[in-house]
C-alpha cells in the first residue's frame, strides 16, 4: 500500500505514506499496473511546503471513502514536484492547456501510457462556487473511463499533439547551435549581432520599467513573487555604463529596498518567502524555499556593492549576513548539503496553522516587550500584515494576527530600537511550534547556495566582517564537498539524497550547470584549484549529456510515459520560472569556462544557446531573467583577469579593486605561490604561466587569452579596467 512511499527521498512523499490511498511512487511499475487492471492513472503533484497541498491530502487523501474509491478505480501516484521537475513540467503543460491555470497540488488522469486526458489542481471535499467536489471528479472521470473510452483516446492524442507542437516551439526557440568558427570575433557579422544585442538589453530595461509597481518595488500586482533572475539581470545592466543603466540600478533598488522591509522577508530571522498574497509584500505564503534564498542572497549581496544610499547598504548587509546565517541555522543538514524548504504550515495543538509560527497579535507584542512594546509598534505596519481576509485555512487565531514588517525605511535611530528588541522576539517565536522541514538535498539548487554563499563572503569580507565571511565560506565548502561525494558518480550528477545517500534519477541539465555555477563562484572566492576542477568535469559531462542532435535537452533520460505525453522530440525549456532554466544556467557556465580555459568552441556554444534571449527578452524579460544576465555577461566581455603573488594582503588588494570597478564581465583566477615555478602547476589555463616575478602580486588583464600589460597595484588596476 501507501508503505510504498516510506523509503523514498522526499518528504512530501513520506508525509502520504501512511494514507489509506494506495499510493505508488512514479515509474514503470505503476504505469504497468494500471495496464494490468486496465484502469486509468490518477497522478497527485505537489510539495512538502505547499500549504493546499495540505489541505487537500487532510479533505481526501487522509478520507477513506474518498481513498477507496481512488483504490478501486485508479492506480494512484504521488509526485513530488521538486524531485521530479521532468514530470511535473510534462504534466503542468498539461493542466495549463486544459484549463488555462495551473498550480499545486495538480491533479491528472492519464492513460496507462501516460498520455493526459483529464486536469486540474486542487478540488474540495464538497462542491463549492461552481467548482466540482473531487468525489464528483473522480466518479465523472471513472465514467468516462468506463462508458466513452474513444472519446478519452481522442482527447489523450489532441493533447499530446498539443505538447508535442510546443515541443518543436522549444526547438524552433533555442534554434541551431553553431560550430566554433562562427561569427568570429571582429567580423561583420558579431558586430551586428552584438549591436542587436545591445537594443534588446536595453529594451528589456525599459520593458520593465513599465511594468514596475513604482509603489510597493517588484513588477506586476498580487500574488507577488520575488522577481530573482530579473534583479540579477537589473544589476549587472547596472553596471554596465550604458544608456540605461542607470534605470536598471533604480529598478533594481526599489524592488530590493521593498521587499528587505517587507513581511516578504523574516524581520526576525533573516530568511524569504516564496511570495506575497497581497500587493504590498505583506502577507507571505509562508513556506521559505531554498531556490528563493539562495537566489536573493546572491542579490543582495552584490547589492552591498552597488547601493548608493548608505542605509541601503546597510540594509543590503544585513539581510546578507542574516539570511546566510538563517541558511545554516535552519536548513544545512548533516554533511554539510541544505534541505530544500520549511513548511507554510505549523502543527499546532493537533492542526495544521498556516503561518502559524510567524504571525503575532498585539497582545503576544505586548507580553514580550512590556514597557517597551509602544516603541516598538511605532515602527511596524501592523495593519496592512494582518492575517484577515487573505484566504488560507480560516483560523480565528491567526486571522487576529499580523506578520511583523516595516513597510517603509527606517531611521538609524529607528533601526537601533528594531535591532535591541529583536532578540527577545525571536526567543519568544523559538519556543512556539515550529514548521517541518523538507531535508531532501537538491543538487542543482545546493550548486545556486554555494555562489551565494561565496558571495556573500565576498562582500562581507570586503566591509570588513571578516568573522561571518569565513564561516560562510566554510559552509560553502562543506556544501560543495557534500555535493562531489554523494550526489556524484564518475560522469554523472544525482539530482537529489535524502539522510546523505543518492536516491532517485540523474540530475536535470538545471543541476549540471546550477552546480557548476556554484564551484566556479566558489573557486574564484577562495583560489583553490579542485573546485574548477569539479566545475569543468561537470560544464563537460553536461554537454555531453544533454546536446542531442544540435538540440539542447532538459533530460538526459526521459521516461516512456513523458515521451507519450509530450512526443519523441523533446528540447529545453529555454524560459525561467521560480528558478533559472537550466539553458540559461548552462549558457553562464559555458560563457565563465571558455574565460578560463579559453576555449573558443564554448564560447561560441554559448552565444548560440543565447540567441533566442533576442527573441523573447525584450517583450517578456521576466521569463527570461537569468540569460539576460548571461548576455549582459557576454556583451561586457567575459574580460580575464588572472592575479597572482607571493604576498597574501598584496592579492587580496588587486582583488578588491577588481571587484570594486570590474562590472559583469570579469572572470577572476587568483593564486598566492611561494615561488614562480609554483604557478605552473595550476589546472587553470588562465593563470598558468603567469609569473609574479618581484613584485608580491600582480595582475593581468585579458580577453581571450591575449593580456594587457601587466601592473601590480590596485590604483594601476583600477585605470586599466576603466578603460574598457
Not at 68 to 85: A, G, M
Not at 148 to 170: D, I, M, T, W, Y
Not at 427 to 455: I, T
Request: net charge negative; charged share 20%; proline share 5%.
Amino acid at each position: 500500500m501507501a508503505s510504498r512511499l516510506l523509503r523514498e527521498a522526499s518528504a512530501y512523499l513520506r508525509q502520504h505514506a501512511g494514507n489509506p490511498v494506495d499510493w505508488w511512487p512514479f515509474g514503470d511499475e505503476a504505469f504497468a499496473e494500471a495496464r494490468r487492471r486496465n484502469v486509468p492513472v490518477f497522478i497527485s503533484v505537489g510539495y512538502a511546503a505547499c500549504h493546499w497541498c495540505h489541505v487537500m491530502a487532510h479533505e481526501s487523501f487522509e478520507d477513506p471513502a474518498t481513498a477507496d474509491y481512488l483504490n478501486e478505480h485508479f492506480v494512484c501516484i504521488k509526485v513530488d514536484r521538486e524531485e521530479r521537475p521532468d514530470v511535473d513540467t510534462v504534466y503542468m503543460a498539461a493542466t495549463q492547456a486544459m484549463t488555462g491555470q495551473g498550480g499545486w497540488p495538480m491533479s491528472v488522469f492519464t492513460l496507462p501510457d501516460g498520455r493526459t486526458f483529464y486536469a486540474g489542481t486542487y478540488f474540495p471535499p464538497r462542491p463549492v462556487q461552481g467548482m466540482p467536489s473531487f468525489r464528483q471528479v473522480l466518479e465523472a472521470v471513472s465514467a468516462a473511463w468506463s462508458e466513452r473510452p474513444e472519446e478519452v483516446q481522442r482527447s489523450a492524442a489532441q493533447l499530446a499533439a498539443h505538447l508535442a507542437s510546443a515541443q518543436e516551439g522549444n526547438r524552433r526557440l533555442l534554434g541551431p547551435l553553431l560550430d566554433a568558427g562562427a561569427l568570429a570575433a571582429g567580423s561583420a557579422e558579431a558586430e551586428e549581432e552584438a549591436a542587436e544585442s545591445g537594443r534588446t538589453l536595453s529594451a528589456a530595461v525599459q520593458t520593465l520599467a513599465g511594468l514596475e509597481d513604482r509603489q510597493y518595488g517588484g513588477f506586476g500586482g498580487a500574488p507577488k513573487f520575488p522577481p530573482s533572475t530579473v534583479l540579477r539581470f537589473l544589476l549587472a545592466h547596472a553596471r554596465s555604463g550604458g544608456s540605461t543603466a542607470g534605470e536598471a540600478a533604480a529598478l533594481a533598488e526599489r524592488t530590493l529596498g521593498a521587499m528587505a522591509r517587507s513581511a516578504l522577508y523574516d524581520q526576525l530571522e533573516g530568511g524569504f518567502a516564496r511570495y506575497t498574497v497581497d500587493r504590498r509584500w505583506a502577507v507571505p505564503h509562508f513556506e521559505k524555499m531554498l531556490y528563493d534564498n539562495v537566489q536573493l542572497l546572491a542579490l543582495y549581496a552584490q547589492w552591498t556593492r552597488l547601493a548608493r544610499d548608505p542605509g541601503d547598504r546597510r540594509l543590503a548587509l544585513r539581510v546578507t549576513r542574516e539570511t546566510a546565517t538563517w541558511m545554516l541555522d535552519r536548513l544545512r543538514v548533516e554533511g554539510g548539503g541544505f534541505a530544500s524548504s520549511l513548511d507554510a504550515d505549523t502543527v499546532m495543538e493537533g492542526r495544521r496553522v498556516e503561518g502559524g509560527t510567524y504571525v503575532w497579535t498585539p497582545a503576544q507584542l505586548d507580553q514580550v516587550l512590556g514597557a517597551e512594546a509602544r516603541l516598538v509598534l511605532d515602527l511596524l505596519d501592523l495593519e496592512s500584515g494582518t492575517m484577515t481576509g487573505h484566504g488560507g485555512t480560516p483560523d480565528p487565531g491567526r486571522d487576529s494576527a499580523s506578520t511583523l514588517h516595516f513597510g517603509r525605511p527606517l531611521s538609524e535611530d529607528e533601526e537601533d530600537v528594531w535591532l535591541r528588541h529583536r532578540p527577545s522576539l525571536l526567543a519568544a517565536r523559538n519556543r512556539r511550534p515550529q514548521p517541518e522541514r523538507d531535508d531532501k538535498v537538491v543538487a542543482g539548487w545546493n550548486g545556486l547556495a554555494l555562489a551565494a554563499l561565496a558571495s556573500a563572503a565576498v562582500a562581507l569580507s570586503d566591509a570588513g566582517e571578516e568573522e561571518d565571511a569565513q564561516r560562510f565560506l566554510g559552509a560553502a565548502r562543506d556544501a560543495a564537498s557534500y555535493l562531489l561525494r554523494v550526489h556524484r558518480a564518475g560522469p554523472t550528477l544525482r539530482r537529489v539524497s535524502h539522510d546523505g545517500r543518492a536516491q532517485g534519477i540523474e540530475g536535470l541539465l538545471e543541476d549540471y550547470a546550477a552546480v557548476a555555477e556554484g564551484l566556479f563562484a566558489l573557486y574564484s572566492a577562495t583560489g583553490e584549484d579542485q573546485w574548477y576542477a569539479a566545475a569543468e568535469s561537470l560544464v563537460l559531462a553536461a554537454e555531453s549529456r544533454f546536446l542531442a542532435s544540435d538540440v539542447l535537452q532538459d533530460t538526459a533520460l526521459r521516461p516512456n510515459q513523458l515521451v507519450n505525453a509530450q512526443g519523441p522530440h523533446a528540447a529545453a525549456d529555454p524560459l525561467d520560472g521560480p528558478t533559472p532554466s537550466g539553458a540559461a544556467l548552462f549558457a553562464g557556465v559555458l560563457l565563465t569556462y571558455s574565460a578560463y580555459s579559453g576555449s573558443l568552441r564554448h564560447r561560441a556554444l554559448a552565444r548560440s544557446l543565447l540567441r533566442y534571449v533576442d527573441v523573447v527578452g525584450a517583450q517578456a524579460p521576466q521569463a527570461a531573467g537569468w540569460a539576460l544576465s548571461v548576455l549582459q555577461f557576454l556583451q561586457e566581455g567575459p574580460r580575464e583577469l588572472a592575479v597572482t603573488g607571493t604576498d597574501a594582503s598584496a592579492v587580496q588588494e588587486l582583488l578588491r579593486a577588481a571587484r570594486d570597478v570590474g562590472g559583469p564581465g570579469l572572470v577572476t583566477a587568483w593564486r598566492i605561490v611561494g615561488d614562480a615555478a609554483t604557478v605552473s602547476e595550476t589546472r587553470v589555463p588562465l593563470l598558468q604561466g603567469r609569473d609574479p616575478g618581484a613584485v608580491p602580486a600582480v595582475a593581468y588583464l585579458c580577453r581571450g587569452m591575449v593580456c594587457r600589460r601587466p601592473v601590480s597595484t590596485a590604483a594601476q588596476l583600477r585605470e586599466l579596467l576603466a578603460e574598457g
